[in-house]
């Protein structure tokens, strides 16, 4: 159901991200670290939204549909607004076109997917770019104007941030080549299918019957 707690918390994701937009147009320090607070909060449901789901056994078709979908609005949306404000420097749009470009990847091989009635299981280091993605992420929201909010001014946060990045574009590539070779592997496997079923037919149409020859 729509209003179990797991699913509320996932869609509590895309309920922050118009919070977040109005929080970083402020452009100020304070400003910037709630908008880090909005982003991280965010982030933490889509570990509990699962956990909760798994322990309650409450697992649902609404909630496999929606937690992928919220996820990428809403590391979508801060990377847009990141780069849109200037807060990433031209190397740290490298990573994020990486991650972006690969968000749509997994997309479009999920949608594929589905019609084939197979899943694209999330793995474990996808798991690990996720979390790299979601840390570096919020640290880049907040950024050294938000540090500064909290008198961590002397750490270069947004350098650590966009390192962050990388790593996670790292990753992304990683995962993104695995889900790309599964995905290749189930349309070669239809091709493959698809060119036998062909073939009996015109070999059916041929002879009139397995085997056969035409008369």
């Known amino acids: ?8 918390l996932t869609l509590s994701r895309i309920a922050a991200i118009p919070l977040l937009v109005a ?11 709630l908008a880090c607070a909005v982003f991280s909060a965010a982030a933490v449901t ?6 909760i789901a798994r322990e309650r056994g409450s697992l649902s078709a609404f909630g496999r549909m ?16 990141l780069a849109g404000l200037g807060r990433l420097s031209l190397l740290g749009l490298l990573p994020a076109i990486v991650i972006m470009l690969r968000e749509i990847l997994v997309s479009g ?29 919020g640290t880049i929201v907040a950024g050294d104007s938000g540090a500064s ?26 995962t993104g080549w695995d889900y790309m070779t599964a995905g290749m ?19 059916l149409g041929a002879g009139g019957r397995p085997g056969g020859t035409a008369g």
């Not at 159901?1 to 509320?8: Q, S």
């Not at 694209?120 to 993605?133: H, M, S």
């Not at 909290?150 to 574009?169: K, Q, R």
Request: aromatic share 8%; net charge neutral; glycine share 12%.
């Open 1 to 8: 159901m729509p209003t179990d707690l797991p699913n509320l």
């Open 23 to 33: 929080l970083m147009f402020l452009g100020s320090p304070l400003g910037d670290i």
């Open 46 to 51: 889509d570990y509990f939204d699962g956990k």
């Open 66 to 81: 929606l937690d992928p979908i919220a996820d990428k609005l809403l590391v979508g949306a801060a990377l847009m607004l």
């Open 109 to 137: 091989l999920r949608e594929y997917l589905a019609g084939l009635r197979v899943g694209l299981p999330v793995t474990r280091l996808a798991k690990w770019k996720t979390g790299f993605q979601m840390g570096s992420i």
């Open 149 to 174: 909010a909290i008198g961590l001014d002397f750490l270069p946060v947004s350098w650590l941030g966009e390192a962050g990045l990388w790593v996670a574009a790292g990753l992304t590539l990683w």
């Open 185 to 203: 592997r189930h349309a070669a496997a239809e091709d493959m299918a698809r060119a036998v079923a062909q073939g009996a037919k015109a070999g």
